[in-house]
T-cell receptor, first 112, second 114 residues
């Protein structure tokens, strides 16, 4: 069963705009991670945020975590066509950190 | 390149045949994971190795599936008597002792069962 659920399922924006994707999860977590997947390729790790952190930045990426609401958001600022990909949030199961559960992803399209 | 590699990248087989995939993790990564991903879904955990020991197996991993990591380096995933429902992308990931909670993924092997 999936732990995380991303919202929206699909997002289409113009180059230069910001993109926000949300993730909700069900159980307590030690950390939450965001991954990117280009069409038909493997996943690329973007950022990890721990349960005691509220916000984290990496380049044009900003991730927030609200453990009281069991939700996270990924913001991509000044989007580029190359950001077109699927974005997944993933959380390890609380009793088994090796079992990572992914959501179904948000498909982001950035139009040039 | 020292990333995770998988071979083959694509495999087409007929129903009932056996297939084997290989994963080479990042060198010195002691943890290795296998996932399956179907179209429009996120990866689903299949199994996990720490060194050569297979420590976790998902209920998704039926008896037709077997994974090995004999020397604690590369791993193989074999599917026996393939079924059309086995068609998916099979992803391998690895992580290190110190940064174990960050997994690095390979490009995947896309399996099509006719």
């Amino acid at each position: 069963s999936q732990q995380g659920e991303e919202d929206p399922q699909a997002l289409s924006i113009q180059e230069g705009e910001n993109a926000t994707m949300n993730c909700s999860y069900k159980t307590s977590i030690n950390n939450l991670q965001w991954y990117r997947q280009n069409s038909g390729r493997g996943l690329v790790h973007l950022i990890l945020i721990r349960s005691n952190e509220r916000e984290k930045h990496s380049g044009r990426l900003r991730v927030t975590l609200d453990t009281s609401k069991k939700s996270s958001s990924l913001l991509i600022t000044a989007s580029r066509a190359a950001d077109t990909a699927s974005y997944f949030c993933a959380t390890p199961l609380p009793y088994n950190n090796n079992d990572m559960r992914f959501g179904a992803g948000t498909r982001l399209t950035v139009k040039p | 390149d020292t990333g995770v590699s998988q071979d083959p990248r694509h495999k087409i087989t007929k129903r009932g045949q056996n297939v084997t995939f290989r994963c080479d993790p990042i060198s010195e990564h002691n943890r290795l994971y296998w996932y399956r991903q179907t179209l429009g879904q996120g990866p689903e955990f299949l199994t996990y190795f720490q060194n050569e020991a297979q420590l976790e197996k998902s209920r998704l991993l039926s008896d037709r599936f077997s994974a090995e990591r004999p020397k604690g380096s590369f791993s193989t995933l074999e599917i026996q008597r393939t079924e059309q429902g086995d068609s998916a992308m099979y992803l391998c990931a690895s992580s290190s002792r110190t940064g174990w909670d960050t997994q690095y993924f390979g490009p995947g092997t896309r399996l099509t069962v006719l």
